[in-house]
């Protein structure tokens, strides 16, 4: 966590005046450390001069997905959630004048918690807690489909059908603007994913679920879901198929992602994570191959298109190029191994 006077994409002065005149309670001056940053939302502490804390977000400073990084549909969805059975970080406000810092921003409260990026931070659950951290996560997922997006408030959101249309368009759409080398990979991709689409529900959908992007307590409890800024409403088993398509077992060996944290001992396998999310939803997940396939390529996508813009000179020297190489390379393989996924199915179809 980097603590600065003037920590960038922050006006220290004119959002000190803003947090003291738009949150409740808090007391001036504040200082701010940044706690996350990169090609996601940048994320900073923020304590007040009577020692409380707050989490105040806002996009990345540069080289960002067209309609990536959305404040305001990140803000929508934390504030329609709160109090429901699905933790979040408390809303406190939210600021959409750009002249403040530069971008809109919003504060919450901050949660303090183990978020699960790698094996280190896993191992530093202890092993039933891991157990109880896998179960838990699969818990809040259940609860976060079992929200009707309308009766929570966000049935601008809600689109009752075309959630596979609209996703596989869109991201097709930022791969081939960022004029990445592996299109003809990507749309062949596509096309398998868009000739298999099966039947579709409804209900929210996060978008980027899982354990890196939760807050765990030392007993593995889940105690806040982050990063809501691809939330949207869709099919639920869009979230399940992006956490099985990111769960590592122990025994995977070499794949075409890095060791996660749920390469540690403990955590469990991906067959029990759908096991039990179907037991707890009450769904059929006969469809979750397909959408282990769909965040493959979207990944893919994602992962080429920052490259591209690299190579383009569309980004800055920012110390970030050898990171979005790798990201790359994984992308590539990822494709690959949906490609084969789905063209098995084709055939046998």
């Not at 396998?269 to 059929?284: F, K, M, N, P, W």
């Amino acid at each position: 966590m980097a603590a600065s006077p003037e920590p960038p994409g922050i006006d220290v002065e004119r959002v000190g005046r803003w947090l003291a005149s738009h949150v409740d309670g808090l007391t001036g001056p504040v200082s701010f450390a940044l706690v996350s940053g990169g090609r996601s939302n940048l994320t900073y502490r923020v304590t007040d001069a009577a020692g409380a804390t707050y989490a105040l977000r806002r996009p990345p400073l540069g080289g960002v997905l067209e309609t990536a990084h959305d404040m305001g549909r990140e803000w929508r969805f934390i504030a329609a959630l709160a109090g429901t059975g699905v933790p979040v970080a408390p809303p406190l406000a939210y600021c959409e004048d750009t002249s403040v810092t530069g971008a809109p921003f919003s504060v919450m409260g901050f949660v303090d918690g183990l978020v699960l990026a790698d094996p280190a931070s896993a191992l530093r659950l202890e092993p039933p807690a891991r157990g109880r951290a896998a179960r838990n996560l699969v818990e809040v997922l259940v609860a976060l489909h079992a929200v009707d997006p309308y009766k929570a408030g966000l049935g601008d959101f809600a689109r009752r059908t075309g959630y596979a249309e609209r996703q596989l368009r869109r991201w097709r759409h930022q791969a081939h603007q960022s004029g990445a080398a592996e299109l003809a990979l990507l749309d062949e991709v596509h096309d398998l994913l868009a000739a298999r689409i099966p039947a579709q529900a409804n209900g929210i959908v996060h978008g980027d679920y899982r354990p890196g992007n939760l807050a765990f307590g030392p007993d593995g409890t889940v105690r806040a879901v982050f990063d809501w800024e691809l939330a949207t409403s869709g099919d639920p088993l869009a979230d399940l198929g992006y956490l099985v398509a990111s769960w590592q077992e122990p025994d995977d060996g070499d794949g075409p992602s890095p060791p996660g944290p749920t390469t540690v001992p403990g955590f469990g396998t991906r067959e029990q994570v759908v096991a039990r999310y179907a037991r707890l939803s009450g769904r059929d997940v006969s469809d979750v191959p397909y959408w282990v396939a769909f965040a493959r390529w979207r990944s893919a996508c994602i992962g080429v298109g920052v490259r591209a813009r690299y190579l383009a000179g569309h980004m800055a020297d920012d110390g970030y190029r050898e990171e979005a190489e790798a990201r790359a390379d994984l992308g590539v393989r990822l494709a690959e191994a949906a490609r084969d996924a789905l063209g098995g199915v084709i055939s046998d179809g």
